[in-house]
């Protein structure tokens, strides 16, 4: 890993707010899909199915980037709960951004459901088909979905705390619109 500097690096940033945006598409399809019952549900799933995937390997890619590039150090004034906090909820995003294309890919496998990607790509099954493990994996997908809206929520929370609160430039170092302040 590489010396931390006082932003993250413009690819980590710019995958960060791309997967922002992707997530939050994501979670609104996923409840447009449970809750409509009309021919738009099949546009959503072909929308869906691809789109999760494209996170899965986004995330990846993601996790490389922290891993080689760190991430900028927090304020030294922060109170101990508030790192373990900001650990711990990085550790939870980015376990929930791979378990839920991973437990939708699983899903759709246990329910036979193919993955079309584009055209005739598809995704190879990962499980055999059976109807129980897809009802498990089916609950497991909408619980995490919610954790994952929970998860963001407080993670929208702790930054605009950050920004508007204690102005410590913590937002700053994500956000490449915004200087950080100057001591």
């Excluded at 789109?51 to 590039?69: A, M």
């Excluded at 929208?156 to 619109?177: K, S, Y």
């Amino acid at each position: 890993m590489n010396a931390r500097s006082d932003r993250f690096t413009p690819l980590q940033r710019g995958l960060h707010w791309l997967m922002a945006a992707m997530i939050l598409a994501m979670l609104f399809i996923g409840v447009g899909m449970v809750s409509t019952v009309s021919p738009r549900y099949w546009q959503l799933v072909s929308i869906h199915k691809p789109l999760g995937i494209s996170l899965l390997l986004l995330v990846l890619i993601r996790l490389w980037q922290r891993w080689r590039h760190g991430a900028p150090p927090l304020p030294e004034d922060l109170p101990w709960w508030q790192r373990a906090a900001a650990l711990a909820s990085h550790v939870a995003l980015y376990a929930l951004m791979l378990a839920m294309p991973l437990i939708g890919w699983a899903m759709l496998s246990a329910a036979g459901y193919p993955i079309v990607l584009y055209g005739p790509l598809r995704l190879p099954p990962v499980l055999p088909q059976d109807a129980g493990l897809y009802t498990l994996l089916h609950r497991a997908h909408a619980a995490f979905a919610y954790l994952l809206f929970l998860v963001i929520l407080l993670h929208l929370g702790a930054a605009l705390f950050h920004a508007l609160i204690r102005r410590d430039g913590v937002l700053q170092t994500m956000a490449p619109w915004i200087r950080r302040p100057t001591a």
